[in-house]
């Protein structure tokens, strides 16, 4: 197919002008000491790696070198193995109710410090503050908060009376929300009995170390948390250690089915919360203007490093270029730049092997005959970005209709009838999230039925909570967490 131009067109009502926003940024200073260099969080102390190895994390938006942080070692996740085993047998006897106190403990805490937490995630990850002040925080607190309310009622949660805990849980998270992922795996792990070792993502070590500090803080009994910084090396020697019982990892679709394959034969309990690609599906009747901010809100929140991001717009066709007028509109008024300014909508893209990966997607998008279509929007000097961005003329067979792009990156996909929808929509190999705009009660519920995904989401998107369950189908995954869900996964039912 012939390469069709790709178009940039001015902003029909420009982020600037008469109403402009004044620059409104929060204190870097808020995120507290960066230490030059940080070791592991073992038995309740901060300790140095065993090897010489040492990784940088950098401020996406500045390429500024922040710390430098240990790449642990086999030796290390040995150590912190050891030290969640012998704080097991304590912390698995406690009542739930005190368990349950310091899990209440460390919620307040994070909500005292969520500032500089808030702070800390920004230039860690180069996700704009609004999002996490707004959103990442709250929900670590909530998910604190909710699992610390489970803790002194397993026997009722419906998996049997007196339900165990497993031991120990070998935790392996992402970059995207990189202390929200933390809360997702280690408040239900706790909250069961179990004590953790945690291994952060490389390129964004930091909260999860300030964390450490808050178990301190909270009092927390030493070895029930542990934090082993380092690379996919470290997650390796984590997942097939031979005295973790459990395994729990979020990223990638590949590493996902590398450690199901290490796993498998062993009596390892694991879940995975791998890609997606999800659908977000605007019938003719939808509220357009409300579909456009969930389109928005589906694909540009968190530069659209989601697992769960709405990347496939499937619009009816009678409406589609109402929809895409509309949405086009909207887009030029995202303000893209520095993650600390109050005002900015899409942050900075986490690393420079992120940006080149979406940008790599983007160019075979081009390759094969989509038209991209991105605002006028200057884009800072130094740091990682990428426009937001739209393909019209996409057709299912394309990379950018069937990958991952994990990046601001939207590919708009139409259909005349449900049926077709349910179709496109499912024709993909993930299933994590879909979504759905209509007005008409009967045609969510039917669309929910049919759409294989874990999450299914009408007239909103990107909503979550604690208390609802979260996983995938197919190549996304399996388990639950969040919700009554998540406690099966901690627990030997
Ligand atoms: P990734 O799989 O490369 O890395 C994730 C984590 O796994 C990192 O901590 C990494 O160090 C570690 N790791 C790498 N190789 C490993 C190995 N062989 N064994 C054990 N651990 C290993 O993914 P990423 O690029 O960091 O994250 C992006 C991906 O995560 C996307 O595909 C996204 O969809 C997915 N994600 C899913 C969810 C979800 O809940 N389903 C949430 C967030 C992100």
């Given at each position: 197919?012939?390469?069709?131009?790709?178009?940039?067109?001015?902003?029909?009502?420009?982020?600037?002008?008469?109403?402009?926003?004044?620059?409104?940024?929060?204190?870097?200073?808020?995120?507290?000491?960066?230490?030059?260099?940080?070791?592991?969080?073992?038995?309740?102390?901060?300790?140095?790696?065993?090897?010489?190895?040492?990784?940088?994390?950098?401020?996406?938006?500045?390429?500024?070198?922040?710390?430098?942080?240990?790449?642990?070692?086999?030796?290390?996740?040995?150590?912190?193995?050891?030290?969640?085993?012998?704080?097991?047998?304590?912390?698995?006897?406690?009542?739930?109710?005190?368990?349950?106190?310091?899990?209440?403990?460390?919620a307040?805490?994070v909500?005292?410090?969520s500032?500089?937490?808030a702070?800390?995630?920004?230039?860690?990850?180069?996700?704009?503050?609004?999002e996490t002040r707004d959103v990442d925080l709250p929900l670590v607190a909530a998910h604190f908060f909710y699992?610390?309310?489970?803790?002194?009622?397993?026997?009722?949660?419906?998996?049997?009376?007196?339900?165990?805990?497993?031991?120990?849980?070998?935790?392996?998270?992402?970059?995207?929300f990189?202390l929200l992922m933390l809360a997702w795996?280690?408040a239900?792990?706790?909250?069961?009995?179990?004590?953790?070792?945690?291994?952060?993502?490389?390129?964004?070590?930091?909260?999860?170390?300030?964390?450490?500090?808050?178990?301190?803080?909270?009092?927390?009994?030493?070895?029930?948390?542990?934090?082993?910084?380092?690379?996919?090396?470290?997650?390796?020697?984590?997942?097939?250690?031979?005295?973790?019982?459990?395994?729990?990892?979020?990223?990638?679709?590949?590493?996902?089915?590398?450690?199901?394959?290490?796993?498998?034969?062993?009596?390892?309990?694991?879940?995975?919360?791998?890609?997606?690609?999800?659908?977000?599906?605007?019938?003719?009747?939808?509220?357009?203007?409300?579909?456009?901010?969930?389109?928005?809100?589906?694909?540009?929140?968190?530069?659209?490093?989601?697992?769960?991001?709405?990347?496939?717009?499937?619009?009816?066709?009678?409406?589609?270029?109402?929809?895409?007028?509309?949405?086009?509109?909207?887009?030029?008024?995202?303000?893209?730049?520095?993650?600390?300014?109050?005002?900015?909508?899409?942050?900075?893209?986490?690393?420079?092997?992120?940006?080149?990966?979406?940008?790599?997607?983007?160019?075979?998008?081009?390759?094969?005959?989509?038209?991209?279509?991105?605002?006028?929007?200057?884009?800072?000097?130094?740091?990682?970005?990428?426009?937001?961005?739209?393909?019209?003329?996409?057709?299912?067979?394309?990379?950018?209709?069937?990958?991952?792009?994990?990046?601001?990156?939207?590919?708009?996909?139409?259909?005349?009838?449900?049926?077709?929808?349910?179709?496109?929509?499912?024709?993909?190999?993930?299933?994590?999230?879909?979504?759905?705009?209509?007005?008409?009660?009967?045609?969510?519920?039917?669309?929910?039925?049919?759409?294989?995904?874990?999450?299914?989401?009408?007239?909103?998107?990107n909503k979550f909570d604690p208390?609802s369950?979260f996983?995938?189908?197919?190549?996304?995954?399996?388990?639950?967490?969040g919700?009554?869900?998540?406690?099966?996964?901690?627990?030997?039912?």
């Amino acid at each position: 197919m012939a390469k069709k131009k790709n178009t940039e067109e001015p902003a029909a009502k420009p982020a600037g002008g008469l109403f402009a926003y004044a620059p409104a940024p929060e204190s870097p200073a808020a995120a507290g000491d960066i230490a030059g260099s940080y070791g592991h969080f073992i038995g309740g102390e901060f300790v140095d790696s065993s090897g010489k190895e040492a990784l940088k994390t950098v401020n996406p938006a500045t390429e500024q070198v922040l710390a430098e942080f240990a790449r642990g070692t086999e030796e290390d996740v040995d150590r912190a193995v050891a030290a969640a085993r012998k704080a097991f047998a304590g912390w698995s006897a406690l009542p739930g109710s005190e368990r349950a106190k310091y899990l209440f403990r460390i919620a307040r805490i994070v909500q005292e410090r969520s500032r500089e937490l808030a702070v800390l995630e920004s230039i860690d990850n180069g996700k704009p503050i609004r999002e996490t002040r707004d959103v990442d925080l709250p929900l670590v607190a909530a998910h604190f908060f909710y699992y610390a309310g489970w803790a002194d009622k397993l026997d009722h949660a419906g998996f049997g009376p007196a339900p165990k805990p497993l031991g120990v849980a070998g935790q392996v998270i992402p970059w995207n929300f990189p202390l929200l992922m933390l809360a997702w795996k280690i408040a239900p792990a706790l909250a069961t009995g179990n004590t953790v070792v945690l291994k952060p993502a490389e390129t964004t070590p930091l909260t999860a170390l300030r964390f450490a500090e808050i178990c301190r803080q909270a009092g927390l009994p030493k070895g029930v948390v542990n934090i082993v910084t380092g690379d996919g090396r470290t997650g390796a020697a984590l997942t097939a250690h031979t005295d973790v019982n459990k395994v729990a990892f979020t990223g990638s679709t590949p590493v996902g089915r590398a450690i199901a394959r290490q796993l498998a034969g062993t009596r390892k309990k694991l879940s995975l919360e791998l890609g997606g690609k999800a659908a977000n599906i605007v019938f003719d009747d939808a509220p357009i203007d409300q579909a456009v901010e969930g389109i928005v809100n589906g694909i540009f929140f968190n530069q659209g490093h989601v697992c769960c991001a709405g990347s496939r717009l499937l619009v009816q066709e009678s409406v589609q270029d109402e929809v895409l007028d509309a949405l086009k509109r909207r887009m030029a008024t995202l303000r893209v730049g520095d993650p600390l300014d109050k005002n900015t909508d899409i942050g900075a893209i986490n690393s420079a092997e992120q940006l080149a990966r979406i940008t790599a997607l983007t160019e075979a998008g081009e390759a094969e005959g989509a038209e991209r279509w991105s605002p006028a929007c200057d884009l800072p000097g130094t740091g990682f970005w990428f426009k937001p961005t739209l393909f019209t003329g996409v057709s299912q067979a394309h990379r950018i209709a069937q990958e991952e792009i994990f990046g601001p990156v939207l590919s708009v996909l139409t259909f005349r009838t449900p049926a077709e929808a349910v179709e496109k929509a499912n024709n993909t190999p993930y299933g994590l999230s879909a979504g759905i705009w209509t007005e008409k009660g009967s045609r969510i519920l039917w669309m929910a039925n049919q759409l294989r995904a874990g999450v299914v989401w009408a007239n909103t998107f990107n909503k979550f909570d604690p208390t609802s369950p979260f996983g995938g189908y197919k190549e996304s995954g399996y388990g639950r967490e969040g919700g009554r869900h998540g406690l099966e996964a901690y627990l030997d039912v």
